[in-house]
């Protein structure tokens, strides 16, 4: 049935129902805004993150320090075979996956301990002060952190301390004790960005359906029960998403540590971005710490893709499925 | 659902079509820009110097002008050439112009800011004598392990944002070498007023000359500085102290400047063991350990260099089995040993840490650099603290045994020099080279140095009487003696060098690495390893030197 030979109230609802053809001058028109507004951001993109990554590849491959006479020369493949066998660099690259480990683990753990606290308390009055002062320390930069953190822990005239000798305690100096020094910017770390997973698992919780939770109620199933089979199932990709940006950000940690321990005492606290730091921007040995950072760019992106494997597998089962 | 679930195979395929199409382009981008860098590497740029500063006459200098009046080469003076941009302004070649001028400066470091606050003399100066108008002084500062990522990586694009820089002595091979900064035996040939006699061959060695040894001078002498000892002077003059000293020990304790002047180290330590109460919040003393730049490596280096200790060899550019020896190592037990007499902070004390623990009345003395002298009391400080010159009393180092068993002393050099940039436009040469002649005449060296904590480096500054009541004089120019005191490298690698031992030594202080002789064998083995690489030595490093890590 052609709309013309239908009733003129029918034809009125398909119109309704049925978008009009866009006019191919609209179209065109439309698509041209599209990439009106897509281009600055593609041109910011490239010229900031594509090229730089790009030449920074290609550097990998010279001898240059910035500071000696000579121009880059290139090497092939030396800087790589150097960084193989780069035991410092090696040190620190461990160093940095058990901080990373440890870091994301506390964080997620006390995060969703906090979030489900805050979850179960939506009357209780002053909530939404509480949450507030909660993100505090996220958003502070890591660097009044690391250097307010270093003043409270300092054995001499550090709160920390005063507050321990009160209850007759002996001094402890956090940051240049070999076996505290590591677990201090641990702590400063978590005390950072576990608010960020508390977050994250507040997200959680509020995509279950409350179907489902009411359901659970009825059936009358424990806090575990409800939390294994209705509050995980519906909240993990949310978690996931959490664990993963937490991932990347703690294996880029680099400024909290620069001021709290310097990467010391001796070399207990540097992690792998305070030493990359430390050759290109010290040493200014660009071309092996170009290939340094090309090296941590592919673990960056191998564990990105790790997490968004996982990420995807629920969508992979349900497209199978169908 | 996400955008995958919904996609056929053919789409799919298509999406692993369009990555391999992207991940060709990036290699063939990668390429390309090797291919860049490769083009950049066959030739050479203005910034780029000689691999020897040797050979290189204008030390890189990108301006056509300042060769054609070196005198040092028999060329034309300036009498002959009066618009050589290195000889300053003439009477007539700078009239009714108006200049920026920027320099760089070490944050925290008073004498490096006193060039501010003395440049409107000079703005002065300059409108007087040549007719010109000089802005307002910009500059730059960062703290001293900063302020040369901040400078080089100007420097290596070319830029003149920095005039004038104050640099450490240590900074010169890296800024000369890739032929960023005017050598000074040219500005010297051209205005021999500006070549003035140093106080010792100790100047020369550490603010002028690279390479070590080649008499070529790169550097302007801008605050020369040696290593003392701050000591409480109202504590040892006190009747109390005294009697208590004598019964503790059976020795007077000793309170003058001359009785200090030869003191022992084990003697000295003996006054800061009797000084030292821990449960009263008063240490013995206060000593740099700090892992920060070269703090520690700094105030270990008498104990090594005065007991027949060296750092590397500065004719091969060898260090390992040379810093790694035995006598480095006692050198080091004996340095962080030390440690027991000073705050639970010590393994992070710098230059800042000793002025307030001195200040404040915390520590009956601190080993620390004489050119900060003039902030060694504060008039704010607390009870019990030194709030005014009167109270403390600056010696020399004490002394130790040297192997021949004489009484002997070496300590490190510090202080900085003026550099000038080589990429400085004609003009800006011009003010730079005006402005150093007026900072080394008489009257302004006396601003910078009675007004403004700076130290005379010149024979004549030395010998000049107004200076005579700086409290910190004496023990600064007797360290400042031939061979009372040595500066350690000046080459490109320094930074890398200084790195990896800061970390071994404060490694040690820490507890972190096993013993001195490991924190040494290590940085030697890493430190020859770093100038075999660099093609400064012929000597690789022994087997295992890239995997080793700290133990």
């Excluded at chain 1, 951001?41 to 090229?51: P, R």
């Excluded at chain 1, 502070?140 to 321990?164: E, Q």
């Excluded at chain 2, 990108?62 to 009498?79: F, K, R, T, V």
């Excluded at chain 2, 140093?198 to 302007?220: A, C, E, I, K």
Aim: charge should be negative.
């Amino acid at each position: 049935m052609s709309s013309s030979s239908a009733p003129a109230s029918v034809a009125s609802r398909m119109e309704d129902v049925i978008p009009a053809p866009v006019p191919p001058r609209a179209k065109s028109k439309k698509t041209w805004w599209s990439w009106g507004l897509l281009v600055p951001v593609l041109v910011f993109f490239i010229l900031m993150n594509v090229v730089p990554t790009i030449w920074m590849l290609g550097l990998s491959f010279y001898n240059y320090t910035l500071t000696s006479a000579g121009d880059p020369r290139f090497i092939g493949m030396d800087n790589y075979n150097q960084l193989a066998s780069a035991g410092p660099l090696w040190l620190s690259l461990g160093r940095t996956f058990i901080f990373m480990v440890l870091a994301v683990a506390i964080q997620t753990v006390l995060g969703a301990v906090v979030g489900y606290l805050f979850w179960k308390s939506n009357k209780v009055p002053g909530r939404r002060l509480a949450l507030t002062l909660l993100f505090t320390p996220m958003i502070l930069t890591p660097l009044s952190s690391g250097l307010f953190w270093r003043l409270m822990l300092d054995p001499v005239f550090g709160v920390i301390n005063y507050f321990g000798e009160l209850i007759g305690l002996d001094k402890i100096d956090f940051t240049t004790d070999a076996t505290l020094a590591f677990p201090a910017v641990l702590v400063v770390d978590s005390w950072m960005w576990i608010p960020f997973m508390a977050l994250m698992t507040l997200a959680a919780l509020g995509s279950v359906p409350k179907a489902e939770l009411e359901a659970a109620q009825v059936d009358n199933l424990s806090f575990w029960q409800r939390l294994i089979h209705v509050i995980i199932p519906a909240g993990k990709f949310i978690i996931i998403l959490g664990i993963l940006l937490r991932t990347i950000d703690v294996f880029k940690t680099m400024d909290l540590v620069y001021l709290m321990t310097n990467g010391g005492p001796g070399d207990r606290t540097e992690l792998i971005a305070v030493a990359l730091y430390r050759l290109a921007f010290k040493s200014f040995n660009l071309g092996y710490s170009s290939a340094l950072a090309v090296l941590l760019l592919f673990i960056a992106i191998a564990l990105t893709s790790i997490y968004l494997f996982v990420l995807n597998l629920r969508s992979r089962r349900e497209a199978e499925n169908a | 659902m996400t955008h995958s679930a919904t996609q056929t195979p053919v789409s799919r395929r298509s999406k692993r079509w369009t990555s391999r199409r992207v991940v060709a382009a990036i290699a063939a981008v990668g390429l390309a820009s090797t291919a860049v860098l490769a083009g950049c590497s066959s030739g050479s740029d203005g910034a780029s110097g000689t691999d020897d500063p040797a050979a290189s006459d204008d030390g890189g200098n990108d301006s056509e002008n300042l060769n054609e009046g070196d005198g040092g080469d028999g060329g034309p003076s300036c009498a002959d050439n009066p618009d050589n941009p290195l000889c300053g302004s003439s009477d007539t070649n700078m009239q009714g112009k108006s200049i920026e001028f920027g320099y760089s400066r070490i944050g925290g470091w008073p004498p490096s800011s006193a060039p501010e606050a003395m440049w409107p003399a000079f703005q002065e100066y300059a409108k007087g004598k040549y007719g010109y108008d000089v802005s307002d002084l910009a500059f730059a500062e960062a703290p001293f392990g900063e302020l040369f990522q901040k400078i080089a990586p100007t420097l290596a694009s070319g830029s003149n944002e920095f005039n004038l820089m104050i640099v450490d002595s240590q900074w010169l091979g890296a800024l000369s070498e890739p032929g960023w900064i005017v050598k000074a035996d040219d500005v010297f040939a051209l205005n021999p007023e500006l070549d003035i006699e140093p106080y010792s061959s100790l100047v020369t060695n550490t603010y002028q000359v690279y390479p070590d040894g080649s008499g070529q001078r790169w550097g302007f002498p801008q605050m020369p500085d040696t290593q003392g000892v701050f000591l409480r002077k109202d504590w040892l003059e006190d009747p109390a102290n005294q009697a208590a000293f004598k019964e503790a020990t059976g020795k007077d304790l000793p309170t003058t400047y001359e009785e200090y002047e030869n003191i022992m180290m084990d003697d000295f330590i003996e006054i800061v063991d009797f000084f030292n109460d821990p449960a009263a919040g008063v240490y013995g003393t206060a000593m740099m350990y700090s892992k920060e730049y070269d703090f520690f490596s700094c105030a270990y280096y008498p104990f090594a260099y005065s007991t027949g200790g060296e750092i590397w060899n500065p004719e091969t550019n060898d260090v390992y089995g040379i810093l790694n020896s035995e006598v480095n190592a006692a050198a080091m037990e004996k340095f962080v040993g030390l440690s027991e007499y000073q705050p639970e902070t010590f393994a992070t004390q710098g230059i800042g840490d000793m002025i307030d623990l001195f200040t404040q009345g915390r520590a009956f003395s601190a080993f620390q650099w004489l050119a900060v002298g003039a902030f060694m009391h504060n008039p704010e400080a607390p009870e019990g603290g030194v709030a005014s010159p009167d109270q403390y009393l600056a010696i020399p180092l004490p002394k130790f045994e040297a192997p021949d068993g004489e009484a002997n002393i070496i300590g490190a050099m510090g202080g900085q020099p003026w550099v000038i940039n080589s990429f400085n436009d004609d003009d800006q040469m011009r003010v730079a080279v005006d402005f150093l002649k007026w900072w080394y005449l008489p009257e302004t060296q006396d601003v910078f140095i009675l007004e403004n904590g700076g130290l005379p480096w010149s024979k004549e500054g030395a010998a000049n009487p107004a200076y005579a009541d700086i409290p910190y004089l004496k023990p600064f120019l007797y360290m400042l003696g031939e061979g009372r005191s040595q500066d350690f490298w000046h080459l490109p690698e320094y930074s890398e060098m200084l790195a990896v031992q800061q970390e071994a030594f404060n490694g040690y202080a820490t507890g972190t690495v096993s013993s001195a002789a490991e924190a040494l064998d290590y940085s030697a083995a890493k430190q020859q390893e770093i100038l075999f690489n660099a093609g400064r030595t012929t000597v690789p490093p022994p087997d295992g030197t890239a995997e080793r890590t700290l133990q």
